[in-house]
């Protein structure tokens, strides 16, 4: 019996997922409040969803600065249906009274979900410009020391809109300037002409994916923002933010706006009178 088989009769369900470690990370701080439990659960599962969302995105990235962008949609299409999960994780807080909530809710102290360094660090890796302002200044004082060189290290990164600027430049578009990137936009928009290069339409596919991608977080965000109004209606947030009305500004916050501002690129021209108008 060769030694790959021995150690694969000595793997079970239970320590192959560490079963006795990851559940003894589950320490509710109130003593005799229930929810406070799945509390702990559904947040913990978002940071495991959050951990595969940064490999799969960072591995589209380096599969655009390949120049593969088939290979970067796929894995664009698995970051949507993790994140997709992601939302639906965030569904049993809905089950949660916010008589519940309240009760540990002090247990938290200055804990907020602002201070997830995988979140922002998933927005880093998109190349969304709002993770350095003054958002993004907020969220980094508040990591610890390893967080906040694990986040400088990924904004020194190559970012997914940098890898797909990058394709089509290679693919012959100019792209110094936005009315230049407009320019591609429209023309991967288009309706395909005789002579067009091949790879124009794998990229007309790739900016949709990242559209997709951009518009699950959307949800993700809108999920988060009712489930905390749902909870505390208007009151300030655990980290000193303004709670609801803080996540109800973020929830159209985008990755990759230029996709969303031209999303009229390419349309047919609208009639000179519209016969509803």
């Given at each position: ?21 990851l ?29 595969q ?47 519940e ?8 102290g ?31 004082s ?18 997914l ?5 990058g ?16 320019e591609?936009?429209?023309r ?90």
């Amino acid at each position: 019996m060769s030694d790959a088989v021995t150690y694969s009769n000595a793997v079970t369900y239970s320590n192959y997922l560490r079963l006795p470690e990851l559940l003894a990370l589950q320490v509710p701080l109130a003593d005799g409040v229930a929810d406070e439990l799945l509390f702990i659960t559904v947040h913990q599962v978002q940071e495991l969803w959050f951990g595969q969302l940064l490999r799969d995105l960072g591995d589209a990235r380096d599969r655009m600065l390949e120049g593969d962008p088939r290979a970067a949609r796929a894995k664009l299409a698995r970051a949507v249906a993790v994140t997709r999960a992601s939302v639906s994780a965030i569904h049993p807080l809905r089950a949660m009274p916010p008589r519940e909530f309240h009760a540990f809710r002090g247990a938290l102290g200055g804990s907020s979900g602002q201070q997830s360094a995988q979140y922002v660090e998933i927005a880093a890796l998109c190349g969304a410009d709002w993770v350095g302002g003054e958002y993004g200044s907020r969220v980094i004082s508040g990591l610890g020391p390893q967080e906040r060189e694990r986040l400088r290290g990924r904004l020194g990164e190559p970012t997914l809109w940098e890898a797909f600027v990058g394709l089509l430049s290679k693919a012959g578009f100019a792209v110094a300037t936005r009315e230049d990137r407009w320019e591609a936009y429209a023309r991967l928009a288009a309706r395909p002409e005789e002579g067009d290069p091949a790879e124009w339409a794998g990229l007309a596919e790739l900016a949709e994916a990242l559209v997709d991608h951009d518009e699950i977080w959307t949800e993700w965000r809108a999920c988060h923002a009712l489930l905390v109004e749902r909870q505390i209606g208007g009151r300030p947030g655990t980290g000193g933010s303004s709670g609801t009305a803080h996540l109800r500004a973020s929830v159209y916050r985008r990755f990759y706006p230029e996709l969303w501002e031209a999303r009229e690129a390419g349309l047919p021209e609208l009639p000179a009178r519209c016969p509803m108008g």
